[in-house]
T-cell receptor, first 117, second 112 residues
Framework: GAGVSQSPSNKVTEKGKDVELRCDPI?????LYWYRQSLGQGLEFLIY????????KSGLPSDRFSAERTGGSVSTLTIQRTQQEDSAVYLC???????????????FGPGTRLTVL | AQSVAQPEDQVNVAEGNPLTVKCTYS??????LFWYVQYPNRGLQFLLK??????LVKGSYGFEAEFNKSQTSFHLKKPSALVSDSALYFC??????????FGSGTKLNVKP
């Protein structure tokens, strides 16, 4: 079956512009995660959705970052007024979620490489 | 604070030799521990997890990991390394509200 897809695969933008990154999770997966992977760094947890709800937004780096999920499926990560330090690979993952919580393995998308000039 | 540490940026091993990739964690409560692998130009893939039960967990591609509560470690192991195992390996711990903490990654180089 189809895996997690993300678009665009690459995004180059100018400092100060807004960008939207999209994630399509695996069908039936209720949990969805966003991470950021900077060069030479590990994965930085950004936000988690269970259905359309995000119970913990504390991982978002600043108020320029926001995310939403509609219909329990597609999610969009928006970065406003991008800065050069936002340059990274943004990864999305989905899992079965629900009551099983952190027991479930995550399936990762290929990522969106964001470059802010 | 919850955290995961992978003390080695890189591990080099000869093909056919056993390999170990180290991971230690710090979390309040019961840890839910995972290993993921990232092959070049490919997304992260799940290898194995520890939730409860036997301390030795077996996963994909012949990998296994041992949960050691007293040492707060979850080292990844394989009895005989393959060149194709060369990749970036991440340890992760699951925590409250489905929050996950990932280590910084260890690059495994297996030489023929």
């Amino acid at each position: 079956g189809a895996g997690v897809s993300q678009s665009p695969s690459n995004k180059v933008t100018e400092k100060g512009k807004d960008v939207e990154l999209r994630c399509d999770p695996i069908s039936g997966h209720t949990a969805l995660y966003w991470y950021r992977q900077s060069l030479g760094q590990g994965l930085e947890f950004l936000i988690y959705f269970q259905g359309n709800s995000a119970p913990d937004k504390s991982g978002l780096p600043s108020d320029r970052f926001s995310a939403e999920r509609t219909g329990g499926s597609v999610s969009t990560l928006t970065i406003q007024r991008t800065q050069q330090e936002d340059s990274a690979v943004y990864l999305c993952a989905s899992s079965l979620g629900g009551g099983a919580g952190p027991y479930n393995e995550q399936f990762f998308g290929p990522g969106t490489r964001l470059t802010v000039l | 604070a919850q955290s995961v540490a992978q003390p080695e940026d890189q591990v080099n091993v000869a093909e056919g030799n056993p390999l170990t990739v180290k991971c230690t964690y710090s979390v309040s409560g019961n840890p839910y521990l995972f290993w993921y692998v990232q092959y070049p130009n490919r997304g992260l893939q799940f290898l194995l997890k520890y939730i409860t039960g036997d301390n030795l967990v077996k996963g994909s591609y012949g990998f296994e990991a041992e949960f050691n509560k007293s040492q707060t470690s979850f080292h990844l192991k394989k009895p005989s390394a393959l060149v194709s195992d060369s990749a970036l390996y991440f340890c992760a711990v699951g925590y409250n509200f489905n929050k996950f903490y990932f280590g910084s990654g260890t690059k495994l180089n297996v030489k023929p």
